[in-house]
């Protein structure tokens, strides 16, 4: 998942000259569909990365959100976001950033864009 979650970093900082971490050939974008969530105004994407070379291939739902840590635990993290529409919205994923940036990121209050991958948090964009 490491080197999955490196590519989405790059390609959602809009980096589009993706190299495959396994072979270091060209990584091509095959197909990115957008689709909301249930109940939520919140766009994700269906989006499937293949390498020109090799087997390497990133076949996920992935979307960037911008806000802050309202609450954790070690499962979850409720991430306080703005909708499309500018509404005020809490939605909740499953966690997987480390305790400390987590309790750092509480604390602080700071808004931050979190790479959400298959509906978990798995990075923070910096
Ligand atoms: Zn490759």
Avoid: H
């Amino acid at each position: 998942m490491e080197e999955e979650i490196e590519v989405l970093k790059k390609f959602w900082k809009g980096d589009r000259d993706l190299i495959c971490p396994r072979c270091g050939s060209p990584l091509n974008l095959v197909a990115m569909y957008p689709k909301t969530k249930e109940g939520s105004l919140q766009v994700s994407y269906e989006t499937f990365i293949e390498c020109e070379n090799c087997s390497f291939s990133i076949r996920v739902d992935t979307s960037k959100v911008y806000g802050a840590v309202k609450a954790f635990d070690d499962r979850t993290i409720d991430i306080s976001s703005w909708s499309p529409s500018g509404a005020r919205e809490i939605m909740t994923y499953e966690n997987l950033l480390g305790k400390e940036k987590l309790e750092y990121l509480f604390e602080t209050g700071k808004l931050v864009e979190f790479l959400i991958v298959n509906d978990k948090v798995v990075a923070v964009m910096e």
